[in-house]
């Protein structure tokens, strides 16, 4: 059974810096795509970032720039770098990861909160 376990989540002043980790443990082999979406109060659950284990990565228009996706493949861990963070990325980060099978998994969610 796959479980992803996510770290990094909190509260930061606008400006500041968050690292979201994800790691994806009872997998024998690479996860072939990884990233994140993240779920505002009262909003659907978008998509910030990805990763496939080639290294291509895609970002969603309001983020580039500022955060960065990156992946350990040989821990199956994806990283976001979240900078110049502003109130309006305030949301449940949610962790994914997609297998050669096309079966995706999700982590639990890491609040972050960017507020004065």
């Known amino acids: 059974q796959v479980e992803l376990v996510e770290s990094g989540g909190g509260m930061v002043q606008p400006g500041g810096s968050l690292r979201l980790s994800c790691a994806a443990s009872?997998?024998?082999?690479?996860?072939?795509?990884m990233g994140w979406y993240r779920q505002a109060p009262g909003k659907q659950r978008v998509l910030v970032a990805g990763m496939n284990k080639l290294g291509s990565a895609g970002y969603t228009e309001s983020v580039k720039g500022r955060f960065s996706i990156s992946r350990d493949n040989a821990r199956n861990t994806v990283y976001l770098q979240m900078n110049s963070l502003q109130p309006e990325d305030t949301a449940v980060y949610y962790c994914y990861a997609d297998s050669d099978t096309q079966i995706r998994y999700w982590g639990k969610g890491s609040p972050v909160t960017v507020s004065p």
């Open positions: 009872g997998s024998t082999s690479i996860m072939y795509d």
